[in-house]
């Protein structure tokens, strides 16, 4: 069976990108009222990592991202 | 002046100790984020120098590159970011003494991060081999893209080796329910290694 | 901070059995004072062996047409005095010499926050030291301090030994700014609020950030540097699309916060220095610590300054004009807070007082031709000239190395229990400021009459003012070579000085000279100032220091 490559890297892209920004923001809602330094450096990370998911799963469905223009 | 004897009571000394403890743990934890912080201002020299240099008004991609592959990219990108979920999950379950999925959550992290390594190794090599794009020959395009990344692949496999060792360290009985600074270290590394993979994607990957 | 006053973080660690073995105790030492020494020691070195540079410079600046070098040795021989000086003289000796041996004790701690990682960053020194000299050998660096590309990419090998020497230099001063920055939030004894710290602790503590931070924007451009001269990456090559100007950018975000670096704790000594001899409080505590903040973080957005001849649009040199005569009002408040703390004092004019004076005096006509150096109108007549060496050694020589002076002659005492000869002192210091204002103050018309800096000849209308400054440079010389004597002389011959010689009320004077290797048997309660001369001493706790009572090892 035919695979295109970068579709397959798209979906998973997708998928994950949900599926780690759903964890990440669960964990910081969770998290929420801790303190503490190392507790606030910890609730900033899984912001910013909530970010970068948000953000691969957008370049996955082609809204971040400059690809190349078809021909 | 003379040095007298070893000290006193065994309840004192406990409660001494715990004291100790917290005191030395607030010292490590502020120079650890220092450290973090510095390696921060390292990158974003290299960052900085890479805009500088994109910016220099040749268009981007330089003549001849294409660039790079987003999905390639996007796909490394939520496999590392995968990871630091699950190292946030393996320290949790370390606090709430969950040594079973601790371990399994580690483990995870340390596979995840071995993925993204595997993935940059693909891309390297397509780039390389395919493309043709080298860091020394194929101007600032090679020269930013190579430097930046490969140094945050160092991190990354200093960080996997680091989480190996803490991982093994765990299972000797180093750390305990309440004593894990080095857990908490790890884990503090690897969310930073992530959050540099967030600028380094979007400003490589995706503008 | 805390809130309340009394618990103030006050980490202090168990004393811990005393180290046992010459090399345990002096070699690989985890004490902060013998580290302290060890830098000091180290740092002297170097500033003999740059010292000895600056004197070819001087010798072939005799004839207007040279001939004591060559032109080739002549870009070695100043490439490596500036390195050196900067790097491995000025630096470690006000951070790691005068930080180590009297930050942890003033704020009533037992040692800094990482004692391994203090020795490491010490240790680090050395072989960085050795590796720039080792660039002689191979090659030295040729493009000045400042290794501008392209000529530091086309220059021999000694220029990568240079880079790998400075990175490696540079990591030992991230260590150690992380470690006081640590240390000084950290361990203060209970009470020392910020607000209660004395002023060289203010002034470490605002130095150790640019330690941290504008040390590795610097490794950065280094490893840049590096890589591009070994393995062809290109980042500053124009031909391969690199870009000169940036390492400008990337060096001078680095150059201009380190010397904030090389001037702060020089600030903080002399902020102790000047009350303590005048026998009254500092003028301005507050504005003086915070002023060193400011400094500090305005360091960061000035260093343009250094390119306003680069090509540099006009919209992006006014800024940093702008900002950097606005630096001098922190400076300035100094300078003022200083001066009105001697008026009306009873002034003891110890050799440390006279370092301290001059220090003032001096650094203020240095901070002047660098208000000057910030209009770019003057700076684009006199960039590159002999203007701004004078400018430099004002503030470099006049400002951080009498401040290094007045540090020594001051802490001496506490380090080794000795007094340094006061008549070699006053000779010293007297025969210092003349031999120094005759080399350097020549130089600011040498260079507004266009004598370029770097040139190992000159037109022969500069001839006479070059012999003069070569000659009081050699007074200058002899000047420190007293000061040498005066050390080797006093370790063995000095006066007794027994704890407190000067009358200080900052905690390192409360305790013996040397300190113990635990510093405090009790960790004192602080809830004062120190500087009130006519009040007690703000301090509970004490009362053991100074006597025989035995310690517990293990005690906290």
């Known amino acids: 069976m035919h695979i295109d490559v970068p579709i397959l890297e798209k979906t998973v892209a997708v998928v994950g990108g949900i599926i780690v920004a759903l964890v990440s923001a669960k964990a910081l809602k969770d998290d929420w009222t801790s303190v503490g330094i190392d507790n606030g450096v910890f609730k900033l990370m899984l912001g910013l990592l909530c970010l970068g998911a948000v953000i691969a799963l957008l370049a996955g469905v082609g809204v971040l991202g400059n690809f190349p223009k078809a021909a | 002046m003379a040095v007298a004897s070893m000290s006193h009571g065994a309840i004192a000394e406990h409660e001494g100790a715990d004291q100790l403890y917290v005191e030395t743990r607030a010292l490590r934890l502020q120079g650890f984020l220092l450290f973090l912080v510095s390696d921060c201002v390292l990158f974003s020299s290299f960052i900085f120098a890479y805009l500088y240099m994109r910016n220099s008004g040749q268009g981007w991609p330089p003549p001849g590159i294409s660039r790079l592959d987003v999905s390639l990219g996007a796909l490394n990108s939520v496999v590392l970011f995968g990871s630091g979920a699950t190292m946030h999950y393996a320290l949790e379950n370390w606090k709430h003494n969950n040594f079973g999925r601790y371990a399994f959550f580690m483990l995870a992290t340390i596979l995840l991060g071995s993925a993204f390594l595997s993935g940059q190794a693909v891309e390297y090599t397509h780039l390389i081999f395919v493309e043709h794009v080298t860091w020394a020959g194929s101007g600032i395009f090679g020269a930013s893209f190579f430097t930046l990344t490969g140094m945050h692949g160092f991190h990354v496999t200093c960080g996997v080796i680091y989480l190996t060792i803490l991982f093994l360290q765990s299972v000797h009985g180093v750390y305990t329910k309440d004593k894990y600074f080095g857990l908490t270290a790890g884990t503090l590394y690897w969310h930073f290694v992530d959050v540099i993979w967030v600028v380094l994607f979007s400003i490589f990957y995706l503008i | 901070m805390s809130a309340t006053a009394v618990h103030a973080g006050g980490i202090a660690g168990h004393i811990h059995p005393e180290p046992q073995g010459f090399v345990r105790r002096y070699i690989f030492s985890l004490d902060h004072k013998i580290i302290g020494i060890q830098y000091l020691i180290t740092g002297f070195v170097f500033m003999i062996l740059a010292g000895l540079l600056a004197e070819v410079i001087r010798t072939q600046l005799l004839h207007a047409n040279g001939g004591f070098v060559s032109p080739d040795v002549y870009d070695e021989v100043y490439s ?61 660096p040729v493009a000045g301090w400042t290794e501008y590309p392209p000529m530091s990419l086309q220059a021999g090998p000694g220029t990568s030994m240079w880079a790998a020497a400075i990175f490696l230099v540079g990591v030992s001063s991230t260590l150690t700014g992380i470690n006081f920055l640590v240390t000084i939030y950290q361990m203060r004894a209970p009470g020392m609020t910020f607000t209660r710290m004395p002023l060289f602790v203010w002034a470490q503590f605002a130095t150790a950030p640019l330690l941290m931070i504008a040390t590795t924007a610097l490794a950065a451009a280094l490893a840049a540097l590096f890589i591009e001269r070994q393995f062809g990456v290109p980042f500053y090559d124009p031909t391969k699309g690199g870009s000169p100007l940036m390492w400008q950018h990337m060096f001078w975000f680095y150059s201009h916060p380190a010397v904030y670096i090389m001037i702060l704790p020089a600030f903080g000594m002399i902020s102790e220095i000047i009350p303590t001899f005048a026998r009254k409080p500092i003028f301005g505590y507050k504005m003086i610590a915070f002023s060193s903040m400011a400094i500090a973080l305005a360091g960061f957005m000035v260093w343009a300054h250094h390119m306003f001849t680069s090509g540099l649009a006009p919209y992006l040199q006014l800024p940093f004009m702008i900002i950097t005569f606005i630096i001098a009002i922190p400076t300035g408040v100094k300078i003022f807070s200083w001066t009105a703390t001697l008026w009306g004092g009873k002034i003891h004019y110890t050799t440390a007082m006279l370092f301290a004076i001059g220090f003032v005096g001096l650094f203020t006509l240095g901070g002047i031709t660098g208000i000057f150096l910030a209009a770019v109108p003057f700076d684009l007549h006199v960039h590159g000239t002999y203007f701004v060496v004078a400018h430099l050694h004002y503030v470099l ?7 290094i002076f007045a540090g020594t002659y001051f802490y001496f005492p506490k380090m080794s229990g000795r007094l340094m000869n006061e008549t070699l002192g006053k000779w010293n210091f007297w025969l210092f400021l003349i031999g120094f204002n005759g080399t350097f103050l020549p130089m600011h018309w040498l260079g507004m009459l266009g004598m370029p800096r770097r040139v190992p000849e000159y037109d022969p209308q500069f001839q006479f003012w070059n012999d003069f400054a070569s000659i009081s440079s050699f007074v200058m010389t002899f000047a420190i070579l007293l000061f040498f004597i005066n050390i080797l002389w006093s370790i063995r011959n000095g006066k007794k000085s027994g704890p407190n010689p000067w009358g200080g009320r900052t905690l390192e004077w409360q305790v013996p000279s040397p300190p113990h290797y635990y510093n405090f048997k009790n960790i004192p309660t602080v809830f004062g100032l120190p500087y009130n001369f006519s009040q007690p001493l703000p301090y509970k706790g004490l009362e053991e220091e100074l006597t025989d009572t035995p310690v517990t090892v293990g005690a906290h």
């Open chain 3, 80 to 140: 490596v005095h500036g390195s050196t000086m900067v790097w491995l003289v000025v630096i470690p000796l006000l951070t790691g010499a005068f930080g180590n041996i009297i930050m942890p004790v003033q704020i009533g701690a037992r040692d800094v926050a990482f004692p391994w990682l203090n020795m490491i960053s010490f240790w680090i020194f050395p072989v960085a030291g050795l590796m720039l000299f080792s660039s002689f050998l191979m090659g030295a």
């Open chain 3, 397 to 403: 020589v006049g400002g951080s190395l009498m401040g």
